[in-house]
């Protein structure tokens, strides 16, 4: 029990680690790796490197995956271009299997005291070293936990395993355990490193290690499936491609292994002396050949890869929508280029809003998952133009460009907010079996109102005064249809608190609308901004 409870430890304090070092890393860092893999897609091999470097640092090939379906997604990047980085993600965590095949008890030590200094000394409290200390905590909680897996095993009796490792691991029964230590870990370097443990005391020898890890590696691969969820389109394409990787090294290996076995050769012999006769080293070597050995054809062949990852998922609506048209990386050089494309984006946003409301006649062939679809999309269109602009400030913009620059966030937090009280209304309208004749006129004068919007746009100046006229305070005559339905006998009780939810998001989408057409009138921003550049000349 003291062997099962020690290695059960060691995976918790691993699993812990590899999170926290996750997490903090990614926010210590992440539009810095951002930036890293978009400028590192000029050509397979360095795709391939900088997925690697990312792989490394977060010890997760899921992260990277995630990270490159983020930037394909806001279509910072194409498919194509994120697969050598997805690729690469799985060359990284070889790292820490080779970091397990090292005595590192001392390292832990010295990493727990530092941390224990930083949390003392507060400076876990400063922004600027708050993440790095939690990536200090999340490494040594990572080594102690390699250091428990290393150690237990050690404890073990071996002469009652003996006949049962003698005459039931097979290698299909190992490829087996393999599978299902990876299901349980999601990661195929965990699994490495128990196999590592194992045979480093001779409790299974280098021919069953081979099959563990082959069935590790694949395990891995598949459980991305399960842990990508409900995921579709782009970013399922990536699970896929994560999938190829597994399964092409898994292949090529094997061959190589039964090869070698058909010529004469004994493999594990010939993979002992690859490690100096380390079977730690040998182990460590073979996960990192596996991942080579799928990295290196899906990156170079990526174009192949692309089109088998689009046929077995198809880009959907919400990818089309989710994609920025204006802005992008490249266009943040010149500021004043810069604040024009952020405004087109967000006057494109205003344009789709009428499609977030039901349509209460709709037209054959039309589902509300579409619009759905184009709620989500926008919503990551407007993320992507907020952290456009956020990137546009932390260049150190001259005043005025400033002024605008924060201008155009609130506005896009308004149009935000408009998107989704537009979404939870048409939910809530949709939700009546039959559609009562307040909530289809509520839904309709909201179509008008937010329509008119939209003309405002192209339309003269004025527009945009007579729309916040029109959207003026209404709380006297909505309050009244709230006391009717309340007191009313005309409505089930079900249906009354829907009508009321329906007319409390109908006066919030009014205010919303209002605001955004004082903040769009140029008498609100660009004259202004025309008068401050008059008063500087």
Same mark, same amino acid.
């Given at each position: 029990?003291?062997?099962?409870?020690?290695?059960? +430890?060691?995976? &918790?304090?691993?699993?812990?680690?590899?999170?926290?070092?996750?997490?903090?890393?990614?926010?210590?860092?992440?539009?810095?790796?951002?930036?890293?893999?978009?400028?590192?897609?000029?050509?397979?091999?360095?795709?391939?490197?900088? *997925?690697?470097?990312?792989?490394?640092?977060?010890?997760?090939? /899921?992260?990277?995956?995630?990270?490159?379906?983020?930037?394909?997604?806001?279509?910072?990047?194409?498919?194509?271009?994120?697969?050598?980085?997805?690729?690469?993600?799985?060359?990284?965590? +070889?790292?820490?299997?080779?970091?397990?095949?090292? $005595?590192?008890?001392?390292?832990?030590?010295?990493?727990?005291? =530092?941390?224990? @200094?930083?949390?003392?000394?507060?400076?876990?409290?400063?922004?600027?070293?708050?993440?790095?200390?939690?990536?200090?905590?999340?490494?040594?909680?990572?080594?102690?936990?390699?250091?428990?897996?290393?150690? !237990?095993?050690?404890?073990?009796?071996?002469?009652?395993?003996?006949?049962?490792?003698?005459?039931?691991?097979?290698?299909?029964?190992?490829?087996? !355990?393999?599978?299902?230590?990876?299901?349980?870990?999601?990661?195929?370097?965990?699994?490495?490193?128990?196999?590592? !443990?194992?045979?480093?005391?001779?409790?299974?020898?280098?021919?069953?290690?081979?099959?563990?890890?082959?069935?590790? /590696?694949?395990?891995?691969?598949?459980?991305?499936?399960?842990?990508? &969820?409900?995921?579709? *389109?782009?970013?399922?394409?990536?699970?896929?491609?994560?999938?190829?990787?597994?399964?092409?090294?898994?292949?090529?290996?094997?061959?190589?292994?039964?090869?070698?076995?058909?010529? *004469?050769? $004994?493999?594990?012999?010939?993979?002992?002396?690859?490690?100096?006769?380390?079977?730690?080293?040998?182990?460590?070597?073979? @996960?990192?050949?596996?991942?080579?050995?799928?990295?290196?054809?899906?990156?170079?062949?990526?174009?192949?890869?692309?089109?088998?990852?689009?046929?077995?998922?198809?880009?959907?609506?919400?990818?089309?929508?989710?994609?920025?048209? @204006?802005?992008? %990386?490249?266009?943040?050089?010149?500021?004043?280029?810069?604040?024009?494309?952020?405004?087109?984006?967000?006057?494109?946003?205003?344009?789709?809003?009428?499609?977030?409301?039901?349509?209460? $006649?709709?037209?054959? *062939?039309?589902? %509300?998952?579409?619009?759905?679809?184009?709620?989500?999309?926008?919503?990551?269109?407007?993320?992507?133009?907020?952290?456009?602009?956020?990137? =546009?400030?932390?260049?150190?913009?001259?005043?005025?460009?400033?002024?605008?620059?924060?201008?155009?966030?609130?506005?896009?937090?308004?149009?935000?907010?408009?998107?989704?009280?537009?979404?939870?209304?048409?939910?809530?309208?949709?939700?009546?079996?039959?559609?009562?004749?307040?909530?289809? /006129?509520?839904?309709?004068?909201?179509?008008?109102?937010?329509?008119?919007?939209?003309?405002?746009? $192209?339309?003269?100046?004025?527009?945009?005064?007579?729309?916040?006229?029109?959207?003026?305070?209404?709380?006297?005559? =909505? /309050?009244?249809?709230?006391?009717?339905?309340?007191?009313?006998?005309?409505?089930?009780?079900?249906?009354?608190?829907?009508?009321?939810?329906?007319?409390?998001?109908?006066?919030?989408?009014?205010?919303?609308?209002?605001?955004?057409?004082?903040?769009?009138?140029?008498?609100?921003? %660009?004259?202004?901004?025309?008068?401050?550049?008059?008063?500087?000349?």
């Amino acid at each position: 029990m003291t062997v099962l409870a020690e290695m059960m +430890a060691g995976l &918790g304090l691993l699993f812990m680690g590899l999170a926290a070092m996750s997490t903090h890393l990614q926010q210590a860092t992440g539009r810095k790796v951002r930036v890293l893999l978009h400028a590192a897609t000029r050509s397979p091999v360095a795709g391939l490197v900088c *997925g690697a470097v990312a792989g490394a640092a977060t010890q997760s090939s /899921n992260a990277v995956a995630v990270i490159s379906g983020n930037l394909v997604r806001s279509g910072a990047l194409s498919a194509r271009d994120a697969i050598p980085v997805v690729a690469g993600g799985n060359l990284g965590t +070889a790292l820490l299997v080779f970091i397990a095949a090292i $005595d590192l008890r001392l390292v832990v030590l010295y990493l727990v005291a =530092l941390a224990g @200094f930083a949390v003392h000394f507060r400076l876990d409290r400063r922004p600027a070293w708050r993440d790095w200390v939690g990536v200090v905590l999340g490494l040594a909680l990572v080594l102690l936990g390699l250091d428990f897996i290393k150690s !237990a095993p050690r404890h073990m009796e071996l002469t009652a395993l003996a006949p049962w490792l003698a005459t039931g691991l097979t290698p299909v029964v190992a490829f087996a !355990a393999g599978l299902a230590a990876a299901g349980i870990s999601q990661s195929s370097s965990t699994s490495a490193i128990l196999v590592l !443990a194992l045979a480093q005391i001779g409790i299974i020898g280098l021919d069953d290690a081979f099959y563990i890890v082959l069935g590790a /590696n694949l395990g891995a691969g598949l459980s991305t499936l399960v842990a990508s &969820g409900g995921l579709e *389109g782009t970013g399922r394409q990536l699970c896929y491609v994560h999938i190829l990787v597994k399964a092409i090294g898994c292949l090529v290996l094997f061959l190589a292994w039964e090869g070698a076995r058909l010529a *004469g050769i $004994d493999p594990a012999t010939a993979l002992l002396a690859a490690g100096h006769h380390d079977i730690a080293a040998s182990v460590s070597f073979l @996960f990192l050949a596996l991942q080579l050995a799928g990295a290196l054809p899906v990156a170079l062949a990526r174009k192949a890869t692309e089109r088998l990852a689009v046929a077995l998922s198809p880009p959907t609506a919400e990818d089309h929508a989710s994609r920025p048209r @204006f802005v992008h %990386e490249q266009g943040l050089g010149e500021p004043a280029t810069a604040l024009d494309l952020s405004q087109k984006e967000t006057e494109r946003l205003i344009r789709r809003l009428p499609r977030l409301l039901p349509d209460l $006649d709709p037209a054959p *062939g039309t589902r %509300e998952e579409d619009r759905t679809a184009l709620w989500r999309g926008s919503a990551a269109v407007a993320r992507a133009i907020d952290h456009f602009i956020v990137a =546009l400030i932390e260049r150190r913009l001259p005043r005025e460009e400033l002024h605008v620059a924060l201008q155009q966030q609130a506005q896009l937090e308004m149009v935000r907010a408009l998107q989704d009280a537009l979404h939870e209304f048409s939910d809530v309208v949709e939700a009546f079996p039959r559609t009562p004749p307040l909530a289809f /006129n509520l839904s309709e004068s909201l179509r008008t109102i937010v329509l008119s919007l939209v003309d405002a746009l $192209d339309g003269a100046p004025q527009d945009f005064e007579i729309l916040a006229e029109l959207t003026s305070d209404r709380s006297e005559l =909505l /309050n009244r249809l709230r006391r009717n339905l309340v007191s009313g006998a005309a409505h089930g009780e079900e249906e009354a608190r829907g009508l009321l939810h329906a007319t409390s998001l109908f006066e919030r989408a009014l205010w919303l609308v209002r605001r955004i057409a004082v903040a769009l009138r140029p008498s609100g921003n %660009e004259a202004k901004r025309d008068k401050a550049l008059a008063e500087g000349a």
